[in-house]
């Protein structure tokens, strides 16, 4: 069989070859659309706890009871509105203990400033209502049948007379609570076992937990038992170890987009340069700097992700997820991206990527490259225990990353407290 050769003419053949480079430039934009745009996800991923520091105090000498006469002292972090608890066993006795009435000792004034000096008058006396009160029976005595609620007890003598407290304010939210006994020569005369202090997080004015080592009207709980009866703070240390920790919300995020070889939202080294770093930093408001950054060479996209219910991204509380955040992004390859947001509970603390961001056609979790920052603009506190709306000492220092531990605490890794996707 013989097949015939057929011969396109001239200007079809143009045609065709003109369609096929159509089609191929059509289907290469749409390859190049789809590679140039991503979605950039920010979640707040901190297992959000409600003690910010919790410690035990005894007395420094061979002994740990604090005998008639001698002292034992504790220093913390506090911030306004956020007070300090303590429990430590009225030795002669079987289940009497020293304690403020909760939520703890007050430690600044309405008006924001430091409460110092003697505090003793918030000092109460406890029942732990697991032991009956009967002096005559030699230590542990009898379990009290049923078991009673915690409840003040009021001896011959106020406990705020057994028991000093004395408050000092060493500067930005630390304090140190000093303790002595002065039961010395009263009807009750009686050494004072080791101790546990607790402070709780705040959130907003309200204190996360009110009653971080008791709660009166309910039954002895989570190791009180054994401070109350024998003066050991094993088993409530293990409890407040496990409620104790970060309780931080982010700020709104802002993420750039841009070229070149500079981070435009910060450099380490460098003190702030007044374009709304300080601004996010310090009171979490993104929208200054990316002002700025619209109007800056090199950068091509600026937004700003807020929580369409809060704004922030919460901690996650209770079993319940943290705040999370989406925004469809342009970015390709050679272009960078980068992001930030406030530290929520510091002063002027902020997370961001390191460095230059990562490429713009990076995918998958990021989280590994992003660091916690100091703005340098407010002098640092505890984390948990911040100023706040008080006015801190300001700084002019340069930007730098914190490294972990921190010097007020151990943070968990970045990636425990904040993950961030792109797909």
Request: net charge negative; hydrophobic share 35%; glycine share 10%.
């Amino acid at each position: 069989m013989k097949f015939m050769k057929f011969k396109l003419p001239l200007g079809l053949l143009s045609m065709v070859s003109i369609l096929a480079f159509f089609s191929c430039s059509k289907d290469d934009d749409a390859e190049s659309a789809v590679n140039e745009s991503a979605v950039i996800t920010v979640e707040n991923v901190i297992e959000g706890k409600s003690m910010t520091q919790f410690g035990t105090f005894q007395n420094a000498g061979s002994s740990p009871l604090i005998n008639p006469g001698e002292s034992a002292s504790f220093t913390f972090y506090a911030g306004k509105g956020q007070a300090v608890s303590f429990a430590a066993r009225y030795e002669n006795s079987h289940d009497l203990f020293f304690a403020p009435a909760n939520p703890g000792i007050k430690l600044y004034q309405d008006n924001g400033t430091p409460v110092t000096g003697n505090v003793s008058s918030q000092i109460r006396l406890w029942d732990n209502g697991t032991r009956a009160n009967d002096s005559a029976l030699p230590h542990p005595g009898t379990l009290e049948s049923p078991l009673k609620n915690v409840s003040e007890i009021a001896l011959t003598i106020p406990a705020s007379q057994l028991l000093k407290a004395e408050l000092t304010h060493e500067g930005g939210t630390k304090f140190t609570l000093k303790l002595t006994n002065t039961s010395g020569g009263t009807v009750n005369e009686t050494p004072i076992s080791a101790g546990i202090w607790a402070v709780s997080h705040i959130s907003g004015t309200t204190l996360v937990k009110e009653d971080p080592i008791f709660s009166p009207g309910k039954l002895s709980a989570n190791g009180l038992t054994e401070l109350a009866e024998t003066g050991k703070t094993t088993a409530l240390s293990q409890y407040l170890t496990g409620i104790t920790g970060p309780n931080s919300a982010f700020s709104p995020v802002l993420v750039v987009v841009y070229s070149g070889n500079d981070n435009p939202i910060f450099k380490t080294g460098e003190n702030d340069r007044e374009q709304g770093l300080k601004e996010l930093s310090q009171q979490g408001n993104a929208d200054v700097l990316a002002s700025f950054l619209k109007t800056k060479s090199g950068v091509k996209e600026v937004y700003v992700l807020k929580d369409q219910a809060t704004n922030i991204l919460l901690p996650r509380i209770n079993g319940n997820n943290g705040g999370k955040v989406s925004q469809t992004i342009s970015a390709r390859k050679g272009d960078r991206i980068a992001l930030a947001t406030m530290y929520g509970q510091s002063n002027d603390w902020f997370i961001a990527a390191v460095n230059n961001g990562v490429d713009g056609s990076t995918r998958g979790d990021i989280s590994s490259i992003i660091g916690l920052f100091d703005s340098g603009t407010l002098e640092s506190s505890f984390p948990g225990a911040h100023i706040g709306s008080q006015p801190a000492q300001t700084e002019n220092q340069p930007v730098k990353q914190l490294a972990n531990p921190n010097q007020f605490n151990t943070l968990p890794s970045l990636p425990q407290m904040i993950k961030v996707t792109l797909q």
